[in-house]
């Protein structure tokens, strides 16, 4: 138990984390897995900049809840594909909440090395089933030979960037989910010179100006 000088200087909110588990419930094993990664990236952060410092007060909201919706646009996928993953949103959150789930494994990509070892630390201490990959998007993208139900990506690419990593495991049955801002309408307008897609734009339960752009369907213009 946190004292209350401890409580007042951590810069996460019991507040907060309420809200976000209210939105987006889950289960008191998944939950502990969640508190260690929280408490994790807060060690983290002070020396590796994982997020921004602004957003931790509504950590749980902003970046935890808004990564565990996914799991409701593709509530049968177990093999995942994480482009970017930077401090784990949304991938780790997704293997700490498929920890279990037997055949479930997250792939996280992420070419930043101290990001990269964040990221397996993360995964070690939730004993959540993820596998980091230290290297370009690209490079995953010829590489992996493993099919992929679902790929995602959050705060890291124009949306015309991220088609053409995920074309070819959308190609084989794989569904897409991009986590966007309040841009989402400038950046699918973009992607249509380039791409014919029919996306499914999904708000965000966590509300603001979030956006889900879900595409089962991507094909050069």
Do not use: F, Q
């Given at each position: 138990m946190m004292s209350t000088?401890?409580?007042e200087r951590s810069p996460t909110s019991a507040?907060?984390?309420?809200?976000?588990l209210a939105l987006t419930p889950v289960s008191r094993q998944i939950e502990a897995r969640l508190d260690a990664y929280v408490d994790l990236l807060v060690q983290w952060q002070t020396k590796t900049n994982l997020v921004a410092s602004s957003t931790m007060p509504q950590l749980w909201t902003r970046h935890i809840a808004d990564s565990l919706q996914l799991l409701t646009l593709a509530p049968n996928a177990k093999r995942w594909a994480d482009f970017?993953?930077?401090g784990g949103f949304p991938g780790v959150v997704l293997a700490c909440a498929l920890a279990g789930v037997e055949g479930a494994r997250v792939d996280l990509i992420e070419r930043n090395a101290k990001k990269a070892a964040f990221l397996r630390e993360a995964v070690r201490v939730t004993a959540s089933p993820g596998l980091i990959h230290l290297m370009d998007i690209?490079?995953?993208?010829?590489?992996?030979e493993d099919r992929i139900d679902c790929v995602t990506a959050r705060a890291l690419a124009p949306l015309q960037v991220l088609l053409g990593f995920a074309e070819p495991f959308v190609t084989k049955g794989a569904t897409a989910l991009f986590l966007k801002g309040q841009d989402v309408?400038?950046?699918?307008?973009?992607?249509t010179k380039y791409w014919n897609i029919k996306p499914q734009i999904h708000s965000s339960c966590t509300g603001g100006h979030g956006w889900i752009v879900e595409l089962d369907h991507?094909?050069?213009a």
């Open positions: 000088p401890e409580r507040t907060d984390k309420m809200a976000a970017g993953s930077g690209g490079d995953y993208v010829d590489r992996v309408e400038a950046e699918l307008t973009e992607a991507i094909e050069r």
